[in-house]
């Protein structure tokens, strides 16, 4: 009712729904939301007994439940196979596979396309409260990328393609003198930092101060001059201004 009627936003029920914290696969933007439960075992200071030895504080467990972010490993690997990077075996495992899409490209462009969904993953999963979960994605892009450099140089496995691109899938252009390589993480260790970036400080922010009265930025917000003991309400663009042949040897401001 109250995003109905405050917000009004309309609920789109069939995904909508409303779980138990204790269950497992709560997906959220791409996440699962994990409650982990704990019970922090610590001295009641108020209370005292006696054990028979000595008097002693009474132990007292206090109920933790903390929310995590949690990486759908499993889904990310499906959505893999429906792309064209993976194929599910009848057991039910699924396995990286050429990308055929994607071999007909230069070598630069299919390491530079692989190198662009790790990024892209490890970016949208930094929030996460286990990075580590990703390497098993990481890992299984690095291969696809391998096995659709063999598909097309005719190599037939990955482990080819590895000997003669090296661990990296490093592409050497003997033209450009350039190299191209595959962006494969050193560490997936969880930091908390999001890396959301700085403000941009522009000029508007930082040095210039606003006008007073009313001048062309505020004629979509203010329905009236701001200037004091003025009510004028139309033609607000600068009427306050004064030209500067009115100014000169009068020691009057432009404004």
């Excluded at 005719?154 to 252009?173: M, P």
């Excluded at 700085?198 to 930025?217: A, C, E, F, H």
Aim: proline fraction near 4%; include cysteine.
């Amino acid at each position: 009712v109250f995003l109905l009627d405050n917000l009004k936003l309309k609920i789109n029920e069939t995904k909508s729904f409303i779980r138990h914290s204790s269950e497992k696969g709560i997906k959220y933007l791409g996440y699962y939301i994990r409650y982990i439960h704990n019970n922090k075992v610590r001295k009641d200071p108020h209370t005292l007994e006696n054990d028979g030895k000595g008097l002693g504080h009474q132990l007292k467990a206090t109920a933790i439940n903390s929310a995590q972010l949690r990486i759908p490993t499993e889904l990310l690997l499906e959505r893999a196979v429906v792309s064209g990077y993976g194929k599910k075996r009848k057991g039910g495992s699924i396995r990286p596979t050429s990308c055929r899409k994607l071999s007909s490209l230069e070598d630069k462009l299919i390491v530079q396309r692989f190198s662009s969904i790790i990024r892209g993953l490890m970016a949208y999963y930094s929030p996460a409260n286990r990075l580590s979960d990703l390497w098993q994605i990481v890992a299984f892009y690095r291969k696809s990328c391998a096995l659709t450099l063999a598909d097309k140089h005719k190599l037939k496995t990955a482990a080819k393609a590895y000997k003669k691109f090296g661990s990296k899938l490093k592409i050497s252009d003997p033209i450009k003198k350039k190299e191209t390589e595959l962006f494969y993480p050193t560490t997936l260790k969880t930091t908390g930092n999001f890396k959301l970036g700085k403000r941009i400080v522009t000029l508007s922010d930082n040095i210039m101060d606003p006008i007073k009265g009313s001048y062309k930025q505020n004629i979509k917000t203010e329905k009236s001059c701001q200037w004091p003991d003025c009510d004028r309400t139309e033609g607000l663009e600068e009427h306050h201004v004064n030209p500067v042949r009115n100014i000169k040897g009068k020691n009057l401001t432009e404004y």
